[in-house]
């Protein structure tokens, strides 16, 4: 029978909605338990958290002031020894996970499952390879732990309603000290986040300007949505780096994407394959963004826009 | 530091679209353009520029992969590596065997700080990086956006989810390369011709003792699933129209 680990993410104050995700995709695993590693300083809010997720059985509460800033180097020894436990050891391919899990893997002489899309057995998983114009199906060794990354754009969240027990554990393993935490500089924001809003409006290059993404702002409070980017708006510095959308960067699944003044690189669209509806905006009618686009207008984000905001906007 | 490694793979390039072999059995590759994975061509930017500001001594590229990898690895050395190492090898390497490779390499070679791109624009793993970090017993910077070269130490601006994550490193070190790390500078056709007097060593992939692993085993490719073909509207009326007949205003 298959026993998954997954490995918490959090920023110390709350679970990262990657958690509840990667449930979901373990439970598709037929007679699975599911246990929940929380590596913090103080776990206990956020073990209890853990313990409500649908579908969890056990939440291994791992305390240690070495877990303050969850580098990679001081979190892969503590789960790696945990892990002998496990049939499978599950994390998010959030950056978090995909800094992490490769170096847990590494330290238990496996190889990793990557950006797991659809699990079709213990052993057997689809996941996307060349920005997703490719899929594939890999089997694992059922002999050996099996180490992934969970895709979260392809899961929904477990719900909340569960009750699991909260076991504390302190394990024992040498955390090095060669790795420090300097600092971090999060964009501040009261908007929705990106990675779970259920609308999002992106804006692209054709923007011009960081002055001219206001109007992307705007729009998007006015609907109550999160705001994303492409590269292109990214690296011309429109926008902070957090903000992109794509093979590189976040990977959304929200209910209702706008992409406004993206043209619609591979590598964006890799990033809103999982929207239920895309709309574009562009000045271009052949931008490659109409192919994928559920509903396509094309004009001038300049003036659509504002009208678009003040017909649905509140 | 008296020496950088940089790991160069060789990929499908950037703007080709992959496809699936008619018989499902691969990805078609005859007859496609190949070169440097771009994040691997960052990580040898930077390799570059952290020389000319005299911080390091020697460049050392290196590939794992057929005869033709000595293509991107003279790309390589024309941008300005030193010299260059290919292990050979002519099956697909597994991530976990990549990184005992270049663990083998680092022995031989002894870097202070090893670079590489965060993921291979092919399978889109994102672990070799990672991978030899935890076999090696040292650091990882993953996907750094600033890297600065202390004594004996680095400081990393990386892109995590929430903004730029700022870490310390003691060297030796791995360091994964994202985007915006930098520009890599276009090859001048001197160079190219400068290059090919620049040693390159071939290792056969069997001499570094690494068996390839095969506890993950591809068995099936397949295109992905379209999304269904879409409407054109006219006008911003035709737009509110369409989002209200999907319920979503």
Same mark, same amino acid.
């Given at each position: 029978m298959s026993k998954v680990l997954i490995v918490a993410e959090h920023d110390g104050k709350a679970l990262n909605p990657s958690v509840a995700k990667c449930v979901s995709c373990a439970r598709g695993i037929d007679g699975a338990t599911v246990d929940v590693a929380v590596l913090a300083v103080d776990g206990a809010g956020l073990a209890e958290a853990a313990a409500a %997720? @649908? =579908? !969890? @059985?056990r939440v291994l509460r791992i305390d240690n002031p070495a877990n303050e800033h969850l580098l990679a180097a001081t979190v892969a020894p503590q789960v790696a020894a945990v892990a002998a436990d496990y049939t499978h050891v599950f994390g998010p391919s959030t950056m978090f996970g995909k800094d992490l899990m490769p170096r847990v893997a590494a330290l238990l002489e496996v190889n990793q499952v990557s @950006? %797991?899309? $659809? !699990?079709? =057995?213990p052993y057997r998983f689809k996941r996307p390879i060349y920005a997703g114009n490719v899929v594939i199906t890999v089997e694992a060794a059922e002999d050996r732990l099996l180490v992934a990354t969970v895709r979260t754009a392809s899961y929904q969240a477990a719900g909340d309603g569960g009750s699991a027990s909260i076991e504390s554990r302190d394990v024992d393993a040498e955390l090095p000290g060669h790795s420090r935490f300097v600092k971090l500089e999060a964009g501040s924001s009261d908007r929705p986040d990106l990675q779970t809003a259920p609308r999002v409006v992106s804006g692209g290059r054709a923007l011009g300007s960081e002055e001219n993404f206001e109007l992307i702002y705007s729009f998007a409070d006015s609907i109550g949505a999160a705001v994303g980017a492409s590269r292109a708006a990214v690296d011309a510095g429109? !926008?902070?780096? $957090?903000m992109q959308v794509g093979q590189t960067g976040k990977i959304i699944a929200p209910e209702l994407y706008f992409a406004i003044g993206i043209s619609g690189a591979i590598q964006h669209l890799t990033g809103i394959k999982d929207a239920g509806t895309i709309v574009a905006i562009n000045k271009d009618a052949e931008a490659p963004i109409f192919e994928v686009a559920d509903i396509g207008l094309v004009g001038d984000l300049f003036k659509v826009v504002p009208e678009l905001k003040e017909a649905l906007g509140s | 530091m008296k020496k950088i490694l940089v790991g160069l793979k060789r990929v499908v390039d950037y703007n080709v679209r992959v496809r699936v072999r008619g018989d499902g059995?691969?990805?078609?590759? #005859?007859?496609v353009k190949m070169s440097i994975n771009p994040f691997d061509e960052i990580a040898l930017e930077e390799a570059l520029r952290i020389r000319e500001r005299g911080d390091v001594g020697e460049i050392v590229a290196v590939s794992i992969g057929p005869a033709e990898a000595q293509q991107q690895l003279r790309t390589g050395l024309a941008m300005g590596a030193d010299r260059a190492i290919l292990v050979r090898s002519d099956r697909d390497v597994d991530s976990l065997t990549a990184a005992r490779m270049l663990l083998e390499i680092v022995r031989r070679e002894e870097p202070e700080l090893v670079l590489l791109g965060k *993921?291979?624009? #092919?399978? #889109? &793993? &994102? *672990?070799t990086g990672q991978m030899l970090a935890a076999l090696w017993g040292r650091p990882q910077a993953t996907f750094a956006s600033k890297i600065d070269v202390g004594d004996g130490k680095l400081t990393v601006k990386r892109e995590v989810d929430v903004g730029l994550e700022t870490v310390e490193v003691d060297l030796p070190a791995v360091v994964t390369t994202d985007l915006r790390l930098n520009e890599p500078r276009y090859v001048k056709l001197p160079d190219i011709m400068k290059a090919k007097k620049k040693p390159l060593d071939e290792i056969d992939a069997a001499e570094l003792g690494a068996e390839p692993d095969d506890g993950i085993r591809t068995v099936a490719w397949e295109p992905p699933a379209e999304r269904q073909k879409g409407i054109m509207v006219e006008d911003v009326a035709g737009l509110v129209a369409a989002l209200k007949d999907k319920g979503l205003f």
């Amino acid at each position: 029978m298959s026993k998954v680990l997954i490995v918490a993410e959090h920023d110390g104050k709350a679970l990262n909605p990657s958690v509840a995700k990667c449930v979901s995709c373990a439970r598709g695993i037929d007679g699975a338990t599911v246990d929940v590693a929380v590596l913090a300083v103080d776990g206990a809010g956020l073990a209890e958290a853990a313990a409500a %997720i @649908d =579908g !969890v @059985d056990r939440v291994l509460r791992i305390d240690n002031p070495a877990n303050e800033h969850l580098l990679a180097a001081t979190v892969a020894p503590q789960v790696a020894a945990v892990a002998a436990d496990y049939t499978h050891v599950f994390g998010p391919s959030t950056m978090f996970g995909k800094d992490l899990m490769p170096r847990v893997a590494a330290l238990l002489e496996v190889n990793q499952v990557s @950006d %797991i899309m $659809e !699990v079709l =057995g213990p052993y057997r998983f689809k996941r996307p390879i060349y920005a997703g114009n490719v899929v594939i199906t890999v089997e694992a060794a059922e002999d050996r732990l099996l180490v992934a990354t969970v895709r979260t754009a392809s899961y929904q969240a477990a719900g909340d309603g569960g009750s699991a027990s909260i076991e504390s554990r302190d394990v024992d393993a040498e955390l090095p000290g060669h790795s420090r935490f300097v600092k971090l500089e999060a964009g501040s924001s009261d908007r929705p986040d990106l990675q779970t809003a259920p609308r999002v409006v992106s804006g692209g290059r054709a923007l011009g300007s960081e002055e001219n993404f206001e109007l992307i702002y705007s729009f998007a409070d006015s609907i109550g949505a999160a705001v994303g980017a492409s590269r292109a708006a990214v690296d011309a510095g429109y !926008v902070p780096n $957090e903000m992109q959308v794509g093979q590189t960067g976040k990977i959304i699944a929200p209910e209702l994407y706008f992409a406004i003044g993206i043209s619609g690189a591979i590598q964006h669209l890799t990033g809103i394959k999982d929207a239920g509806t895309i709309v574009a905006i562009n000045k271009d009618a052949e931008a490659p963004i109409f192919e994928v686009a559920d509903i396509g207008l094309v004009g001038d984000l300049f003036k659509v826009v504002p009208e678009l905001k003040e017909a649905l906007g509140s | 530091m008296k020496k950088i490694l940089v790991g160069l793979k060789r990929v499908v390039d950037y703007n080709v679209r992959v496809r699936v072999r008619g018989d499902g059995s691969g990805v078609e590759t #005859d007859g496609v353009k190949m070169s440097i994975n771009p994040f691997d061509e960052i990580a040898l930017e930077e390799a570059l520029r952290i020389r000319e500001r005299g911080d390091v001594g020697e460049i050392v590229a290196v590939s794992i992969g057929p005869a033709e990898a000595q293509q991107q690895l003279r790309t390589g050395l024309a941008m300005g590596a030193d010299r260059a190492i290919l292990v050979r090898s002519d099956r697909d390497v597994d991530s976990l065997t990549a990184a005992r490779m270049l663990l083998e390499i680092v022995r031989r070679e002894e870097p202070e700080l090893v670079l590489l791109g965060k *993921q291979a624009i #092919d399978n #889109d &793993n &994102n *672990q070799t990086g990672q991978m030899l970090a935890a076999l090696w017993g040292r650091p990882q910077a993953t996907f750094a956006s600033k890297i600065d070269v202390g004594d004996g130490k680095l400081t990393v601006k990386r892109e995590v989810d929430v903004g730029l994550e700022t870490v310390e490193v003691d060297l030796p070190a791995v360091v994964t390369t994202d985007l915006r790390l930098n520009e890599p500078r276009y090859v001048k056709l001197p160079d190219i011709m400068k290059a090919k007097k620049k040693p390159l060593d071939e290792i056969d992939a069997a001499e570094l003792g690494a068996e390839p692993d095969d506890g993950i085993r591809t068995v099936a490719w397949e295109p992905p699933a379209e999304r269904q073909k879409g409407i054109m509207v006219e006008d911003v009326a035709g737009l509110v129209a369409a989002l209200k007949d999907k319920g979503l205003f």
